[in-house]
């Protein structure tokens, strides 16, 4: 049997011949065809279920289109975005996502971190530990939602009566102003911190051990070891970990559904919800696909700048 | 040190060519899906005719699907249908598809939107009939109506509350209007009530019932006065609103000038909002304001309030000892508890509720014939009496006054009785974006996150630019 023809070559900038087929094979059928050949259903999926879709959001959101009402899509050039961005609505809706997200994301990393650095430094049942962690991630947040929202319910729940057993008053978990966002925040850090963990364990377990050692020589204190090898070193993938986790909180839809719709009023609702009830209660599609793609167009430009932070502090 | 590189790599010119033609065939798919609504171009959305005559039926087998929300009366209308048509019909099978009660308005008219249904027959709720009619969804009954169904047999206001479109007047029926649907289910609240704790005779009037609740309260710790829907979801507090509304005079809108911001919010609706929010909630279990009907029932059913409100069709499993700690039999529950019509204060109003068939425009045409012939069968005195006896609400006033209804339950009297007094909210195309305002604002009232009357102006408000938005050019729906 022949060699395989080498893809590769050893030095940089030389010119490749093309390799002729192998025999057997048709001559149409050259490398770069089976190439295109192999990649071009997840070409046409990805096209088809992604960049069509997109496209034709971004095409709809400068008409008035209904999907109910049909019709003609009318083109309004900016009209859906000014009034998204002039929307008072919009502005309450993206201050709640805001405080969900600095707070659910913020709980998460510092717990998410703690958790994984308490259970790298087990050498016993490290395993069974992080398994253990790592299953309310693997719930769906219908679920989730569900089972929480029988346990913070304020009449039989399970929450107020541990807290009556200790003496303490019910609480309205669900249905209260300001009780109700801490609820999702909880709920949310619940299922996702085993996320956070689970890359800041691939961090701190990726420590070298002789920076360790190095610094046990040196009688370096645990609190300098913590801030000046271990902190440094896993930063930068746990930044990488926060983002994915403020781009999933940003659009939180499922777990505000199911726990509170919203409410009480509109105090709980999101802005990925209330593009829901743009969308689907008055079946203004022109609207929610402006909404959608100004979402999108906020996450880009916040994942740039921050992408641009972890190069820096990479390169630095 | 290797370096990876490919082979074959294309020239730029190539790779240019390659990408124009990307270009060429992602804007050929755009235009293409532009012009694959061509249909929806300039046509003005209207419900297409149904027949007069029922056409040809077919012999083959054949599944005749509902589309309605999860709830006991959905069960009852599968079993009743399956087991008195099939008697008329054997190769029909009736199937009725459930959702979420919050989901029932999005799942028929997203699908409605497809232009494409896997249901035969639309159970709306009254007030969904004008964003159906409006956007062509469901089929004009009303050459049917005339040739097969006795519309003289039922109570007029009920007939046109279920299938009329315009919105008939309260109590009335224009009899030039079209019809778009027949009625399936009659409902309106009744007053749950304790006799063993509040006395046999139910209150007469609201401020009577709010002072029954507060000395039940009071004298039956852990027993809360009342029970209601508060919730933000579907149109659970919406209603609950409108009823205090309706019951102390005040209006929703004025439907022929179309206003809402001023008649809403007049002091009628504001003494309402006040009575609603300052006099019934402080009477309600902690924790209620997301009760919808399936937790009222819960609190009745635990023997946990005095007074609660409840849609009739929903009331059932509260007879049944296995769901109940009220009593071991439907006997010793009936002692305790009392069902009555809602007392009256300025007006004797209650709320409308209940829905109508109606037939998908996108079935098939052997599925459209299936279902006039579902619906002509359903209408007939005798079947409506079976469907009394089987649990469910008829609408023909015959089989209302008869005692296969009357005895099937206690509270169905209450719906007899209740029939004259009913109101309905709006039923325009803007419908669903109405009612949601609402309830959002209601239930934000009832949880203390804005105070009643904010809530209620802010309600008029909101719901008036709805109504004015509809020439607006862009951002309809914020």
């Known amino acids: 049997m022949k060699d395989p023809a080498p893809l590769t070559t050893d030095h940089p900038g030389q010119v490749v011949s093309v390799t002729p087929p192998a025999p057997g094979r048709s001559r149409r059928l050259s490398d770069r065809w089976l190439a295109v050949t192999f990649i071009s259903p997840a070409m046409l999926l990805l096209l088809g279920m992604s960049v069509f879709p997109l496209l034709w959001a971004l095409y709809l959101s400068f008409t008035d289109y209904s999907a109910t009402r049909g019709g003609p899509a009318n083109f309004i050039g900016f009209g859906n975005y000014t009034a998204i961005l002039t929307s008072a609505q919009v502005h309450t809706r993206a201050l709640t996502t805001l405080i969900y997200v600095v707070g659910a994301v913020g709980l998460q990393t510092v717990l998410g971190f703690g958790i994984a650095y308490l259970i790298s430094r087990r050498t016993r049942g490290r395993g069974a530990l992080t398994t253990l962690f790592l299953v309310p991630m693997m719930l769906s947040p219908v679920v989730v939602g569900l089972f929480w929202r029988f346990m913070l319910d304020a009449q039989f729940g399970v929450v107020n009566s541990m807290l009556g057993s200790v003496g303490l008053g019910q609480v309205e978990w669900l249905t209260r102003q300001r009780t109700a966002l801490v609820s999702l925040i909880v709920v949310d850090t619940w299922q996702w911190t085993p996320f956070i963990m689970l890359i800041a364990l691939a961090g701190l377990t990726a420590v070298p051990k002789y920076l360790y050692e190095a610094a046990s020589i040196d009688r370096a204190s645990e609190w300098f070891r913590f801030r000046t090898i271990t902190l440094p070193l896993v930063w930068p993938l746990l930044l990488i970990a926060v983002m994915f986790r403020a781009i999933e909180a940003f659009r939180l839809f499922d777990l505000v559904y199911i726990l509170t719709s919203g409410g009480p009023g509109v105090s709980t609702e999101t802005l990925s919800f209330h593009i829901y009830k743009v969308a689907f209660l008055g079946f203004n599609s022109g609207t929610a696909s402006a909404y959608g793609i100004l979402m999108v167009l906020v996450v880009i430009v916040l994942t740039q700048f921050y992408l641009r932070y972890l190069n820096k502090l990479k390169e630095d | ?478």
């Open chain 2, 1 to 478: 040190m290797r370096y990876q590189k490919r082979t074959g790599r294309l020239s730029v010119p190539a790779r240019k060519v390659q990408l124009a033609t990307a270009a060429m065939l992602l804007m050929a798919t755009t235009v293409a899906a532009c012009g694959g609504d061509s249909k929806d171009d300039g046509a003005k959305a209207s419900a297409p005719k149904a027949p007069a005559a029922i056409p040809e039926l077919t012999k083959d087998p054949l599944t005749l699907s509902f589309i309605w929300f999860d709830w006991p009366p959905a069960q009852a209308l599968e079993a009743f249908a399956n087991a008195e048509y099939k008697k008329e019909r054997p190769n029909a099978t009736i199937k009725v598809n459930t959702v979420p009660n919050a989901n029932w308005h999005d799942a028929m008219f997203t699908q409605f939107a497809a232009r494409k249904t896997d249901f035969d027959i639309a159970i709306l709720d009254s007030q969904h009939i004008g964003e159906a009619v409006t956007n062509g969804n469901i089929l004009d009954l009303t050459d049917f109506v005339k040739e097969n169904i006795d519309v003289n047999a039922y109570n007029p206001y009920l007939l046109a509350a279920y299938g009329q479109f315009p919105q008939a007047e309260t109590g009335k029926r224009d009899e030039n209007a079209s019809l778009y649907g027949l009625p399936l289910l009659g409902d309106t609240w009744t007053m749950i009530y304790r006799k063993d704790l509040i006395g046999d005779k139910p209150p007469q009037t609201w401020d009577e019932m709010i002072s029954a609740a507060e000395k039940c309260q009071a004298d039956n710790p852990g027993v809360s006065g009342l029970a209601f829907h508060q919730a933000n979801g579907s149109d659970a507090a919406a209603v609950t609103y409108n009823t205090v509304n309706g019951v102390y005079g005040g209006n929703l809108w004025d439907p022929k000038t179309r206003k809402i911001d001023g008649v809403l919010n007049d002091a009628a609706g504001q003494e309402a909002m006040d009575v609603l929010v300052n006099k019934m909630k402080p009477l309600t279990a902690k924790g209620s304001g997301n009760w919808f009907i399936d937790e009222v029932n819960a609190a009745v059913a635990q023997g946990k309030a005095c007074i609660a409100f409840n849609w009739i069709a929903a009331s059932g499993g509260l007879l049944d000892p296995k769901q109940s700690t009220l009593g071991t039999s439907r006997e010793q529950i009936l002692d305790k508890l009392g069902f009555a019509t809602l007392p009256s204060q300025k007006t004797n109003l209650v709320p409308l509720g209940g829905m109508g068939m109606h037939i998908s425009a996108y079935s098939s045409k052997a599925n459209q014939a299936e279902a006039l012939n579902f619906m002509k069968w359903f209408e007939q005195a005798d079947v409506q009496k079976k469907w009394a006896a089987a649990g469910g609400v008829p609408a023909r006033t015959d089989a209302l006054a008869s005692p296969e209804f009357l005895n099937a339950g206690p509270f169905n009297k209450v719906y007899a009785d209740s029939v004259p007094r009913m109101r309905d909210m709006w039923n325009v195309p803007e419908y669903a974006r109405l009612v949601d305002i609402e309830n959002t604002n209601v239930n934000a009232a009832l949880n203390g996150a804005k105070k009643p009357k904010d809530a209620l102006d802010d309600i008029a408000k909101e719901q008036q630019n709805v109504l004015d938005s509809s020439n607006r050019k862009g951002g309809g729906g914020l």
